[in-house]
């Protein structure tokens, strides 16, 4: 901005404004606002696109809302059972719909309107929240009610989700794509923050039914951005059919971008000790249900705090190299929390897990949505989506099985070490991924 139209000087009339002043020298940008533009996440997306805006915007609201209910059902089963097993069981019956329905809704993003697609599995997940809470209103819900619920919460999700991230090309330019996954992140894991630790307070004062209520109004800010957006019909050759296996063979083929799945596959189903949070609290910290929303919380706090200071990533040419580092970051971290029994340490290192894996999650959208065409993106996001929330609910179930063969401290150590075991044995036959390059990529 021209600061300088404002500054009173004396010096020859011929040289000045009708009003009597004479523009002096633009002040030069400070040090600090540029190492603020070049380390902080670029905004641009969100300044330029009035839809993206609302579909971010909403789309976190009820995020926090769902973490919320994420929280409270693990807590409700291990207070109604007492078993890691059975708080592990939470993950795999969301396993198995978000395998099926991931696949097939990204199929079906890919043949219909995405914005009806994803307006229906919005409103079915508001629906079932409400449905816990009155549940939750029960003296005491049986456990396979919950998991029934958990179950077809998953479908809706694996149905709306797919459609939802294939819009985001559409709302934004090619250019922009980096800094909308970094506001994804950041979206992302502001609900992973704020909805746990929201969650964790909720559940201590005014029970279950308190968090799942807040999660089912909180649904009206994605129905609202998604009722607002223009029709989102897939480009390119429609096809009559939702294809589910074109999908893989595209991914088949194409050795990085498998890589860059099959890598946060053994980051979340190894080293993704989630479903052993009820436990450590009482066990390690003699904790309560604010123990675990903090647990919950912490490495959504950290990888909050990688994607804000996002602005580096866009300097980043090797974006398989980075995923690589990353993953191995994140399981040295979980093992070492699993060492730990002083609650501030043990926060430290799961925020600081956290912060790798967004990383991890930026470079890997990126490369997932350089690679793949219009026509096909549905596909691909469901397959992500599969990966992505599946990876976490399939790691629940192993992380809680183990712990409950040997114990939870166990669990969390050899899960951190097997991830980083698995990438580098992964490397051994992909070994082509840490020469990815983003100015000549080759999926």
């Excluded at 993003?109 to 209103?137: E, H, I, N, P």
């Excluded at 409950?404 to 082509?432: D, I, K």
Aim: charged share 15%; net charge positive.
């Amino acid at each position: 901005m021209p600061f300088g139209k404002d500054c009173h000087k004396e010096g020859d009339s011929s040289n000045r404004s009708d009003s009597g002043r004479r523009p002096g020298p633009r002040p030069a940008p400070s040090r600090f606002s540029g190492v603020a533009r070049a380390a902080f996440a670029d905004i641009t997306p969100l300044r330029t696109s009035v839809d993206y805006r609302r579909l971010w915007f909403g789309h976190t609201v009820s995020s926090i809302g769902q973490q919320m209910t994420a929280v409270a059902v693990s807590v409700q089963v291990y207070a109604l059972t007492g078993s890691t097993f059975a708080t592990g069981m939470v993950g795999l019956c969301s396993l198995v719909p978000l395998v099926v329905f991931g696949l097939y809704g990204g199929a079906i993003a890919d043949t219909v309107d995405r914005r009806k697609l994803g307006l229906v599995g919005s409103f079915g997940l508001a629906l079932l929240s409400a449905v816990l809470a009155a549940l939750a209103l029960t003296d005491s819900p049986h456990v396979v009610v919950l998991y029934v619920v958990v179950a077809l919460q998953a479908m809706c999700y694996a149905v709306s989700t797919p459609a939802r991230s294939a819009m985001i090309p559409r709302l934004v330019p090619a250019e922009q794509l980096p800094a909308a996954n970094a506001l994804s992140t950041v979206s992302m894991n502001l609900s992973l923050t704020a909805g746990p630790m929201l969650g964790g307070i909720l559940i201590g004062f005014w029970g279950y039914q308190a968090a799942y209520f807040v999660d089912t109004v909180a649904f009206t800010a994605t129905l609202y951005a998604m009722w607002r957006l223009p029709a989102m019909r897939p480009g390119g050759e429609r096809e009559r059919r939702a294809r589910v296996l074109q999908g893989l063979r595209f991914l088949g083929e194409r050795p990085n971008l498998r890589m860059s799945f099959l890598a946060d596959m053994a980051a979340m189903i190894f080293g993704m000790p989630r479903a052993l949070f009820p436990a450590i609290a009482v066990g390690f910290y003699a904790g309560d249900a604010r123990t675990v929303g903090l647990l919950t919380s912490a490495p959504a706090v950290g990888a909050l705090a990688g994607a804000l200071l996002s602005g580096w990533v866009g300097r980043v040419h090797r974006h398989g190299l980075a995923v690589t580092w990353a993953v191995i970051a994140w399981g040295l971290a979980i093992a070492g929390f699993g060492l730990v029994r002083y609650l501030g340490l043990g926060l430290l290192l799961l925020a600081a897990a956290g912060c790798a894996d967004s990383i991890s999650s930026i470079f890997r959208n990126t490369i997932l949505q350089v690679a793949a065409p219009d026509e096909m993106r549905g596909r691909l996001q469901g397959i992500f989506i599969v990966v992505v929330a599946g990876g976490p609910r399939l790691g629940d179930f192993v992380s809680g099985t183990v712990a409950e063969l040997t114990s939870p401290g166990f669990a969390v150590v050899g899960g951190g070490l097997a991830c980083v075991a698995v990438m580098l044995l992964l490397l051994t036959r992909w070994p082509g991924f840490v020469r990815y390059d983003a100015r000549h990529p080759t999926p």
